[in-house]
């Protein structure tokens, strides 16, 4: 098959009949791609008609490659070659540390990946799935020295701070209007003792 007219491109909403028709082909979690659609890359023809797609989950500085799925497998390494140039210049504009990916094919392996050790095993991000089982990762370049802010973290910290501190303030508000409700419950009585010590003198009542 002619590959000159092809390139790779983000996936769009006009690729998906297409994609789950790929995804199907390969009994992956159509579903949950479906609402993954941001992630894919597409081979497109140049007609608009996918021979390919692949994933790419980028997580805190790390990338995960996952779901490739291809119209004809004959052409997957031609198309892997494409894909991976694809990623290299994603990773460069995301200045990505590693790569991850639960793919087999040998391509992999023969581009760098390599099963990680435990220490590396424990840096990829959770949200790539379950660290146990068959992982091949590609260190890219060095971590850097002060890790990067995970702006979605971050805002959840601080959404908490905010809620802790206005719980706080409501506590001590309603701190403090307990005690303004026990001073004013003191001085009413007070007040009614003083009224009721007056009266009783202006009528000549003599207190023992």
Same mark, same amino acid.
């Given at each position: 098959?002619?590959? !000159? ?8 909403? #006009?690729?998906? %009949? &297409? ?9 992956? %979690?159509? &579903? #949950? ?8 890359? @597409? !081979?497109? #023809?140049?007609?608009? &008609?996918?021979? $390919?797609?692949? $994933?790419?989950?980028?997580?805190? &500085?790390? =990338?995960?490659? +996952?779901?490739? /799925? ?23 504009? *995301? ?9 087999? !094919?040998?391509?992999? +392996?023969?581009? =760098?990946?390599?099963? %990680? ?9 959770? +949200? ?8 091949? @990762? ?25 809620? !802790? ?19 004013? $419950? ?5 007040? @009614?003792?003083?009224? /009721? ?6 009528? $000549? *009542?003599?207190? %023992?």
């Amino acid at each position: 098959m002619e590959l !000159a007219g092809l390139h790779i491109r983000r996936a769009t909403v #006009d690729d998906l %009949p &297409q994609l789950l028709e790929l995804w199907r082909s390969e009994n992956l %979690p159509w &579903q #949950d791609l479906e609402r993954r659609l941001t992630e894919f890359q @597409v !081979a497109d #023809d140049g007609t608009g &008609q996918v021979l $390919g797609a692949m $994933g790419v989950h980028i997580h805190s &500085q790390q =990338g995960f490659i +996952h779901s490739e /799925s291809y119209r004809h497998w004959e052409l997957a390494d031609q198309l892997r070659d494409l894909f991976w140039e694809r990623l290299q210049s994603l990773s460069h504009n *995301f200045a990505l540390v590693r790569l991850w990916t639960r793919e087999t !094919a040998p391509y992999w +392996h023969a581009n =760098g990946f390599q099963a %990680p050790t435990a220490e590396l095993r424990q840096k990829m991000p959770v +949200h790539f799935g379950d660290r146990d089982g068959h992982w091949l @990762v590609l260190s890219l370049r060095a971590e850097p020295a002060k890790p990067v802010v995970d702006l979605d973290k971050e805002f959840e910290i601080f959404q908490e701070a905010e809620r !802790a501190r206005t719980e706080e303030a409501f506590k001590k508000a309603r701190s403090l209007r307990t005690l303004a409700l026990v001073l004013a $419950g003191i001085l009413f009585v007070g007040v @009614v003792i003083g009224m /009721s010590y007056l009266l009783f003198r202006s009528q $000549g *009542f003599r207190f %023992p």
